[in-house]
């Protein structure tokens, strides 16, 4: 989760140790989890990154 966290923080200029920010890498690191899993469970289909995509719409978008 660090290393996520520190990705957000130096993309977003914010503070990697601030909550918002690792509660946002958390999040991320579940939903790329769940998403591989079920992708693989499905044979590769749909389209990994439309999949995530739709993940992400899912969760009506994340912001710090």
């Known amino acids: 989760m660090t290393h996520m966290a520190a990705l957000l923080a130096e993309?977003?200029?914010v503070d990697e140790n601030g909550y918002e920010v690792r509660l946002t890498a958390t999040?991320?690191?579940a939903v790329?989890?769940?998403?591989l899993l079920f992708w693989a469970e499905?044979?590769?289909e749909p389209d990994l990154t439309a999949l995530f995509a739709r993940?992400?719409?899912?969760?009506g978008g994340l912001s710090l």
């Open 27 to 29: 999040v991320l690191v």
């Open 55 to 59: 993940a992400l719409d899912h969760l």
């Open 42 to 44: 499905h044979d590769g």
């Open 11 to 13: 993309r977003t200029s």
């Open 32 to 35: 790329l989890t769940e998403t």
